[in-house]
């Protein structure tokens, strides 16, 4: 299973950007479906943004015309641009992948342990 490790959250104040990275320890080549997903305290996560691979996307309506997300295969890197922050963006947010395999059973795939995202002023 590819591993996932979260970078770049932080404390912005509300209509801040961050840029979120999730760095695969092997090929994203591989991976079928990737996405963000957040969960705020008291909530269930929810999805934020996926990627195909062959680069198609998909947003929450809450994010939407605000966030992008993007992946470099020959990095093994996968992105979130994150402009004009709400409070209620705040969040740890996660990054997840998928193979073609985990994807059609709907399994759960390989998740990174998070990164904190607080829009505050």
């Known amino acids: 299973q590819v591993q996932l490790v979260e970078s770049g959250g932080g404390l912005v104040q509300p209509g801040g950007s961050l840029r979120l990275s999730c760095a695969a320890s092997?090929?994203?080549?591989?991976?079928?479906?990737m996405g963000w997903y957040r969960q705020a305290p008291g909530k269930q996560r929810e999805l934020v943004a996926t990627i195909r691979s062959r680069g198609s996307t998909n947003y929450a309506d809450s994010v939407k015309g605000r966030f992008t997300i993007s992946k470099d295969n020959a990095k093994n890197t996968m992105s979130l641009q994150m402009n004009s922050l709400k409070p209620e963006d705040t969040a740890v947010y996660y990054c997840?992948?998928?193979?073609?395999?985990?994807?059609?059973?709907?399994?759960?795939?390989?998740w990174g342990q998070g990164t904190q995202v607080t829009v505050s002023s």
């Open positions: 092997g090929s994203i080549f591989s991976l079928y479906a």
């Open positions: 997840r992948g998928r193979t073609q395999f985990e994807f059609q059973r709907d399994l759960s795939g390989s």
